[in-house]
C-alpha cells in the first residue's frame, strides 16, 4: 500500500530489556537508505497515497509503559531553574546524549512531483492533490526539474543582518509554565546577537559539530545522519539531561529576488505563484480580502534555522492554508496531524496540562511540544516528511504541524486561501469569539469581498461575453451548489437571526467608512464588526457585536445605537446574484453603479427575460430561456 519509514538506533549498543520488564516487539526498526545518508544527501521516496493506519492503540499503550527507554511518562517535569546569565555564546558546548530515543514507524507524508504543465499553476494544482493530500495533513512537492531560481538577495551578506531569537530546546514541551510561581503563560521572545548570514551560518556549523561530534571534533565530515539528529532531538524534549539552547531568525520579510524585470530574469519566475511573494495575488486567492492596511498575514515570512530550532505544534491562524519553501542548507523534518483530529490533538493537551484549561487563548497559539509516540499512543495519526532544499511543504486546513532543522538553512512560509478554505473560515470565527480570541483577519470582509468580486466576473461574462480564465475560475464558485454562495447564503442567514432579536432596528444607521481601513472588534468577545456593531451614547468609540449589546453597559436599551454595512435586503440580493439570477446580477450592479462603487460598462447587463445558469461541469455561464422565472425582469 504504501512505504513505511522507521528510525534505527545508531549508537551500535544493543539496547538490552532489563530484569523484571517485559520483552515486547511491537514496532520493528528497519534500516532505510534515506536516513542512512548525510544531511544534504537525503534520495527523495516516491509518491505515497497509503491510508494512515494506526495500529493497535491499546497495545502501543503498553508497550510504551515495558519500554523505559522510550519516555512515555514524562508529563509533568517541570524545568530547571532558569539561568539568565548564560551567555548565547555558550550553546556551543551542547552534546549529544549517548542514549538516544527512538520512535515508531511513521506514515510518509504524500510526495507529488507535478509536470511542467501542472506546476503553472499554483492554486489549481494545490486543488488537484488536496483530495489525496488533505487526509495527511501536510505534503511535500518537489518542483520540476526546470525550477531553478534566480540568485536571492539573501546571498549578499552585506544586506542580510538580523537579530536571533533564542530558543531553549529542553524547556518546549513545558514552556508554559513559570516554575516559581507555577503560573501559566506564553514565554517572552529572548533575543540574540545580531548575525549576517556567513557569520550565523559558521555559528550553526559550530554548534552542530560540538553537539555531534567527540571532544569537539566531528566524527563524519559528512555530517550526522539524519535518523541521528531526530532521535537525539526527541531525546532532548522528552528526556533533557541539559540545557540546550539555539538561535534563529524570523519574520524577515521573502527570501525570493526582487528581480521583477522579465529582461533580467525569466517571466515565469517573476510571475509564478510558487515564488510565494506572487501566492496571495493570483486570481482566486481570497486572503487578501480579508486584510487591512496594517496586516502582514498575507505577506511570506522568512526563517533562518540551525539544528534544532524548532516550530512546536501548531495550527494556522484562521485555520489558513501554508506553504513553506526551503530555500538552501540542511533539510527540515516536518510531522503533520490531519486536520479533523485538531480537536482530539487540543482534549490531549487539556488532559496533560489542566492548567491550560483557565487560559484557552495560550492553546490556540502554541502547543506543547509532543513526541509523535505519545500522540499516536492518544489515537492521533502522525505522518513525517523530509523537506529538501529546494522543496514546498503545504499544511491543509485545520492540521496541526511541526518541523525542526538539521542545520542551518533558509526557508520561508506563505498563508493563502483558495474557494475550498471557505467552509472551514466561518466555523472558526465563531470558535474564536466563544473563546474570546482576537482574529488576524476581517472573516466578512472577505467573504463579501469575494461575492462582490465573482457578481463583477458574472457581469463581464453577461455584457461582453467574455469568458476569460479568471472569470470562469470565479463563477465556478458561484451557482446554487457553489461554494461562494453556501457560505455567504449561511452567513446572512444568522445575521439575519441576531438582527431579528433586537427589540428597535429604527436606531439605526450605516457603518460607512467604520471598519473598512481598521479593523474593528467586539469589545467583549473579539468578534469581527466588519458587518454590523452596537455602540452606546456613554462611550462612544467603544463597540460590541450583535450578541453582546446587552453586555456593552447598564445604559438604557433606548442609548444604544446600531450599525450596519448591508441591510439584509442587499444581502440576499447578493446572495440571489451569485445564484444565477440575472435580475438580482442587474439589480447589484446597478445599485453599486448608482453608488459610485462600480464603474459602468458601456453594454452592461440590460433586463432580460432570461436567467442565468452556472454549470458546474463546464464552470461558464450560460443564458437560459425561462419566461416563467420568478427572477426576471
Not at 557569520?199 to 541521528?228: E, L, M, W
Amino acid at each position: 500500500m504504501g512505504t513505511k519509514r522507521s528510525i534505527k538506533c545508531v549508537t551500535g549498543e544493543k539496547l538490552s530489556v532489563p530484569p523484571g520488564f517485559v520483552s515486547l516487539t511491537a514496532f520493528t526498526l528497519k534500516r532505510k537508505a534515506a536516513d542512512s545518508t548525510a544531511v544534504g544527501d537525503e534520495s527523495e521516496p516516491e509518491a505515497v497515497y497509503a491510508p494512515l493506519n494506526n495500529g493497535d492503540i491499546e497495545k502501543f499503550k503498553a508497550s510504551l509503559v515495558h519500554r523505559p527507554w522510550i519516555c512515555s511518562d514524562q508529563f509533568d517535569r517541570i524545568p530547571h531553574e532558569h539561568d539568565s546569565d548564560r551567555s548565547v555564546n555558550e550553546l556551543v558546548t551542547s552534546r549529544r546524549h549517548p542514549k538516544v530515543s527512538c520512535l515508531p514507524t511513521l506514515d510518509d507524508a504524500p510526495v507529488f512531483r507535478p509536470t511542467e504543465e501542472e506546476f503553472k499553476d499554483t492554486l489549481k494544482y494545490i486543488a488537484k492533490i488536496r483530495p489525496k493530500a488533505e487526509g495527511y495533513g501536510i505534503c511535500r512537492i518537489v518542483p520540476p526539474p526546470s525550477w531553478r531560481l534566480p540568485p536571492s538577495l539573501l546571498e549578499d551578506d552585506k544586506a542580510s543582518k538580523f537579530t536571533t531569537r533564542v530558543q531553549k530546546i529542553d524547556r518546549l514541551r513545558h514552556f508554559y509554565f513559570n516554575h516559581e510561581e507555577m503560573e501559566i503563560k506564553m514565554p517572552k521572545v529572548e533575543h540574540g546577537p545580531e548575525f549576517t548570514l556567513k557569520s550565523f551560518k559558521k555559528y550553526a556549523d559550530d554548534f552542530k559539530a560540538q553537539h555531534f561530534g567527540k571532544n569537539g571534533t566531528v566524527i563524519d565530515r559528512r555530517g550526522p545522519i539524519i535518523a541521528r539528529i531526530e532521535d537525539e532531538y526527541w531525546r532532548i524534549i522528552e528526556k533533557p539531561s541539559k540545557e540546550v539552547k539555539v538561535l534563529y531568525g524570523a519574520n524577515l520579510g521573502s527570501g525570493f529576488s526582487d528581480l521583477d524585470n522579465p529582461a533580467k530574469s525569466r517571466a515565469e519566475y517573476v510571475e509564478s505563484g510558487w515564488k510565494l511573494k506572487n501566492i496571495n495575488k493570483l486570481s482566486g486567492s481570497l486572503l487578501p480580502f480579508g486584510c487591512y492596511n496594517n496586516s502582514d498575514i498575507s505577506s511570506p515570512q522568512l526563517f533562518i534555522g540551525m539544528c534544532f530550532a524548532s516550530q512546536g505544534w501548531i495550527n494556522e491562524e484562521h485555520h489558513l492554508y501554508s506553504i513553506t519553501y526551503l530555500h538552501s542548507g540542511d533539510p527540515k523534518i516536518c510531522y503533520g496531524i490531519p486536520g479533523r483530529y485538531c480537536f482530539k490533538f487540543l482534549e490531549i493537551v487539556k488532559k496533560m496540562y489542566p492548567q491550560l484549561l483557565k487560559h484557552p487563548e495560550l492553546l490556540h497559539e502554541l502547543a506543547p511540544q509532543l513526541s509523535p509516540s505519545l500522540l499516536m499512543s492518544e489515537g492521533i495519526p502522525v505522518c513525517r516528511c523530509v523537506q529538501n532544499p529546494m522543496e514546498f511543504v503545504v499544511t491543509f486546513p485545520g492540521a496541526y504541524h511541526t518541523e525542526f532543522s538539521c542545520g542551518y538553512n533558509i526557508s520561508e512560509s506563505a498563508f493563502f486561501a483558495p474557494f475550498d478554505w471557505l467552509s472551514h473560515g466561518q466555523d472558526i470565527v465563531e470558535l474564536y469569539a466563544e473563546h474570546c480570541l482576537k482574529t488576524s483577519i476581517s472573516h466578512d470582509k472577505l467573504l463579501l469581498g469575494a461575492a462582490i468580486e465573482a457578481v463583477s466576473a458574472q457581469r463581464e461574462t453577461l455584457a461582453f461575453r467574455n469568458n476569460s480564465v479568471n472569470n470562469r475560475l470565479w463563477t465556478s464558485a458561484c451557482g446554487k451548489d457553489g461554494i461562494l454562495t453556501r457560505v455567504l447564503k449561511s452567513r446572512v442567514r444568522n445575521e439575519g437571526i441576531r438582527r431579528s432579536h433586537l427589540c428597535d432596528m429604527e436606531l439605526s444607521s450605516a457603518l460607512d467608512d467604520l471598519g473598512v481601513t481598521t479593523k474593528l472588534e467586539c469589545t467583549i468577545c473579539s468578534y469581527d464588526l466588519y458587518l454590523s456593531a452596537v455602540s452606546c451614547s456613554c462611550s462612544p468609540n467603544t463597540y460590541s457585536c450583535l450578541r453582546h449589546a446587552k453586555q456593552l453597559c447598564s445604559c438604557p436599551w433606548s442609548s444604544k445605537h446600531f450599525f450596519f454595512r448591508y441591510e439584509i435586503t442587499e444581502l440576499n440580493l447578493l446572495v440571489e446574484a451569485l445564484e444565477g439570477s440575472l435580475k438580482a446580477i442587474h439589480s447589484w450592479t446597478k445599485k453599486k453603479v448608482q453608488q459610485g462603487a462600480l464603474q459602468p460598462l458601456d453594454s452592461d447587463v440590460k433586463s432580460s427575460q432570461k436567467d442565468v445558469v452556472i454549470s458546474p461541469v463546464q464552470n461558464v455561464v450560460v443564458l437560459s430561456d425561462d419566461e416563467d422565472d420568478p427572477h426576471c425582469c
